[in-house]
Every structure is written in C-alpha cells, then in structure tokens.
C-alpha cells in the first residue's frame, strides 16, 4: 500500500505522456490511498483546475483511496518538532501506523528525512515509478516515458538515475 | 485588473487611508510587494528545509497547485529535493 501526500500528486497530474496525465499511467492498479488533509488540499482547494480534476478522477476511478479521518488517528507527537504540513502529518502518522505494509510517497525532502528518522518506510515519486516497472506492474519503456515527462520538476541527478536503474530492469 | 476589497487594522488604515485617497495604485504596488516578499521569505524557509511543501502553501495560503503555478512562473525550483 502507497501513502501519498500531495507534491506527488500534484506533480503526475501536471505532467502528460503523449495526452495521458502521467498520474493516469504510473498509479494504475497500485493500492494509492490519500487522506483527508490532502484530499483537502488537492482536491478541495483545487476546484475545477484541470489538473485537480485529474486528481479528482483518479479517486472516482478507483486509482486512489480517499482514507477516512478515522483511520488515521492522532498526529504522531514527534512530529511537533518540524514544520510539515497538515496533509504531509496524516500521510507519515498513518504510514508509521501501518508498519511494514505500508509505504510513503513524497517529493518533499523535510518530509522524507523525518519519514527516515522514525523510520519509516518512504519513497520519491522517481522510485515509486521504478519500483513498479521493477515488480513488473508497469512496462519499463512507459517508467522511462514517465521519467522523462517528470523531469523538470527534478534537480539534476536524479532523472539520469532513475533512468539508468530502468535500463538494467530485464 | 479587478477591484477587491481586504480588511485592514485601524492602525495601518489611519496611516495608509490618505496615502490611497492621494494614489490608489500605491495599494496595488503594496499589495504585489507584500506577496512577493513574503514568497520570497518562505522560499528560502523551504529551500533550507525548515518548513515542508504543504507548510509552504499553508503559510501563503494557497493551494499545492498555485504553488507550483507560482514558483513555474518565477523560474523558481519547484521541489526543496537537494541539488
């Protein structure tokens, strides 16, 4: 199961491989779940942006899960100590809730070190997208063109990377 | 442009009111200068990892997607990954 906060979210809907939202390819048949602070960030406050109605179909499609308020609890109280938003704070409170069988997908960097530091189990959009193509859920050339669409938003190093790491895949 | 009315504390009116009776554009320049410098100080809070992404558009009020918008149309680096 995958845990996503909104900058990767926000990031596979704004970019496109061929006339496909890239979010449309990489999160297909992948346990995405959300939780209501990003639902509310992404979706709500999103209104009838294009790229939020991407968002807003993948949910109704059954690409991604909206978590119920819920599941998720109270905020992890180690947590106090950084700034991180309210959507980032449920993503990592629910991820360390469910243990082992759940993953955290984030494009922040705050919020993937404190991820490490409790321990818990995190990925950027980039690995995401490799660790599919390399479980065999997603083509490796359609990883590549996904890489490849998302690389503006990416410092330099990191799409070669993902990219060499693809090209080994069997 | 489009004309919108803000709320403003009875201090900074008393000293700003007859500064916009003089010259109503100098609202607007206030307005742009206030936004910009306040981006420009969360960005940097956001680049040196002090504050997240989602904390970043909490604290300036917009949604994740205006912060992209807003960074895209400044040229500014859209994620605070190092590099």
Known sequence: MFVFDSSPLVASCQFTVGRRAVAEIALADADVRILPAVYAEVITRGGSRPDALIAAGLITAGYIRAVDATEVGEALED??????????????????????GAIM???????WIVANRLGVSCQLFLDFVVGRATRGELPAMEAQHIVRAVSPRYPSGFVPHSLAMLRRLP | ??????RMPEDLE?????????DPDKGTEWLRAGFEARLAELYQQWQTLRISTARFAELLGVS????????????????????
Do not use: C
């Open chain 1, 105 to 111: 997908v984030t494009d922040d960097f705050l919020a």
């Open chain 2, 1 to 6: 442009m489009s004309l919108i009315s803000i």
């Open chain 2, 14 to 22: 008393e000293v700003l009111r007859p500064v916009l009776e003089r």
């Open chain 1, 79 to 100: 947590l106090q100590h950084y700034q991180l938003g309210q959507g980032e704070q449920e993503a990592l409170t629910l991820t360390t809730r469910l243990g082992n």
């Open chain 2, 64 to 83: 994740p997607w205006e912060l992209a918008d807003l960074l895209r149309a400044r040229s500014l680096k859209t994620t605070n990954l190092p590099g």
